[in-house]
């Protein structure tokens, strides 16, 4: 069942591995498909060496397992929280990659210093209020999901693809596995500008007209960046 | 038409990747034949891994394709501006390199501290002015080659082959397509070292006898570092 | 002799190469037979690339090679004092891994800022005190031993396994010679990314149920990460 | 002529590209043969990827090459007026590389914040007075060679086998050409280390029994580190 997702959602764990994103265990990827409404998502605290795609597990939208030996992810309630606050994405990336995560352990949303932050985040990435002890206490992982969800409110998930989860680390998004792939990528490549920048010299956020241009350029009905599908 | 420069252009694109200069498909190479007027440059948006020598543009001096299927990089009216602008000039990289981006996003002109600077970059690297409303919502890729051409008014553009487009990141160039990457890798290097340098203690420039000295003794008339040709 | 272990010591010395924590010949891995109170270490000095599983030295609890023709590590006092100060370990490492290195010279402990450091040690990890004059003119090693058991005081040593040695690195332990390095990795790592969010922002300590409940979902009675054995 | 001392030398230039020390053709050793007077050095400006060992360049003392159809590296002055300054000393390194030249932009010494620099430098790594523009314009390389021996006055050079030199970048050297390129490594790595610890709080030096200690377990009559020879 959902192989074709099965086979994108593992590529998309191995990839995080690829991109230096992950360490030991850490981290996951989910795929979530509209129609059935099941999730794909990683089995928890297995080697990335070890697995196939056939050990990716099946859940429902309340989280049972519909196919599969292994326990899913413990980030899973996070993930279908998710799903169901951010209708239009497909996939979805939890890392602790060294840059973002640094960014959440400090506190501070990640502020679009430049072009290359513009070109995949339309604004600053915003960080989580701290979750209270009761929500951590109890259901913390499906409470994780819905402050990040609040963290987002009134935007569209798609044109902030990412979130830093505060004294953890980032949350990115995406149509699909590959796309949350993708902008975890530029989240962490940003977030390490950003830290050099910073330490430089206090920087000034990117002008409005320069933001809306590089986004634009690249998303939207009018992007003229890349080859014609 | 023009295939030893499509071949230098395309090697010097994936000189990027193996650098370390690029992810995903960000970053570009260009070269110019100025016989004939026409620039070879990358296509816009594709993937390093599939990218041949055949995929290179060839555009004329408006911007228009003369050879190829694909679209060139949104950043050909940049570059274009630039080989008008500098005439001693073959060819042309832009990156989002991390520290060379750091730097252009803290708004700050890279300072001349040290010979590994010197050897490459006679001074500091200028950062551009910011851009205004209107230059970035008409024609924003030529405008950004306008205000590199201002940032270097006065001085040899081969004797600081570099800029830092403020809130964007490095364009480099050279005699050829492979002396703009060489010195995109050595911009990046030195910026890294400037960073470190700057978080150590407040460093003072270098003096100018000592930035003449390395300049000069691998640049210029007198130049003795090296083999003879 | 202790075959199983010396294979286990050996290839955990190599680990510390393969996960970038050790430079030249620095570092070594021991591992403890309980049942027969004999120690495996890596031999003083000996090159990476050179060692086999047959060079790791046996000692007794005193210090004695028991078998073996190389010398053991030159801090093999510090390990034995450490396996009689924590009976529940079973393997031990030493590095001058670079961040963790930093905080050590830097005299401070790592506090801990965020959840990655909350899945691996149960609160900050401890910078011991400077040894004394006499402390290191005599019995250097073992003394060091003594003061990391100091500095770890009235801890369960499996909740905290690692500390920073002042001036020096970092120790890091577990219930066997793979379970140390794999807290060796996880340390370095929580050492840089803390380091990061000290210089964006003075951050604020992880909220002590947060830290308890990412501690306690990977350890202990009731924790729900990873597979059942 | 000298192939052995050849060959090591070839071999330790490699080293430096194989450790990451250098970028382009940056960076040479030189060995030198106390009996013959005679010096092996890299040739100028040279590929590392094209070179072989018949193309290191074999001077005298005065710097006339005395076999090698190459010019050697511009700065065999500043190598030469080493070994005539520092007697026990059998190879010297220059690099480029980013830590080390980062304090030499700042102007700092390199200051003993820990044992990992107490295990080969025997006190802070001093860095050069300026050099005067009349020492710059006429004998440069060979006056650069003055300033480091001014610097380490008064000390044993392989008891402190590191220099910075301000505004330019580190020289490092020992017995033989492998052992300065060792101590280039591990330079590399303190700055590295110091960088950071500077970074997270102020760090006062080593105390100076631990320096002792640490050098002298590893140099010295009484060394007991590594393996008996």
Redo the contacts between chains.
């Keep these: 069942m959902l192989e074709k997702l099965k086979e994108d959602v593992f590529r998309a764990n191995l990839d995080l591995v690829r991109h230096g994103l992950v360490?030991?265990?850490?981290g996951n990827v989910s795929g979530f498909d509209r129609a059935s409404e099941l999730m794909v998502i990683k089995?928890?605290?297995?080697s990335y060496n070890e697995m196939t795609a056939d050990d990716m597990v099946v859940t429902d939208k309340s989280g049972n397992v519909i196919e599969g030996t292994?326990?899913p992810s413990?980030d899973s309630p996070t993930h279908l929280a998710l799903y169901k606050s951010f209708p239009t994405i497909g996939g979805i990336v939890h890392t602790?990659s060294?840059?973002a995560?640094?960014?959440?352990?400090?506190?501070?949303p990640l502020p679009c210093?430049?072009?290359?932050h513009a070109d995949y985040f339309h604004g600053s990435v915003p960080v989580t209020r701290?979750?209270t002890?009761e929500e951590?206490?109890n259901d913390?992982e499906y409470n994780t999901g819905l402050v990040i969800a609040g963290a987002l409110a009134g935007r569209d998930a798609l044109s902030i693809p990412a979130v830093l989860v505060q004294?953890?680390?980032p949350f990115t998004w995406g149509t699909s596995p590959a796309a949350a792939v993708?902008n975890a990528?530029?989240l962490e490549?940003v977030a390490?500008?950003?830290?050099?920048?910073?330490?430089?010299?206090p920087?000034?956020e990117?002008?409005r007209?320069?933001l809306d241009?590089h986004y634009l350029?690249k998303h939207g009905l009018n992007a003229?960046?890349?080859?014609?599908d």
């Design positions: 360490r030991m265990t850490f089995p928890s605290g297995m292994l326990k413990t602790h060294t840059y995560t640094a960014w959440a352990q400090a506190g501070r210093l430049g072009t290359t701290k979750l002890r951590i206490e913390y004294s953890h680390g993708h990528v530029m490549e390490h500008i950003a830290a050099l920048s910073v330490s430089i010299a920087p000034a990117i002008d007209h320069l241009r350029r003229y960046y890349g080859q014609k």
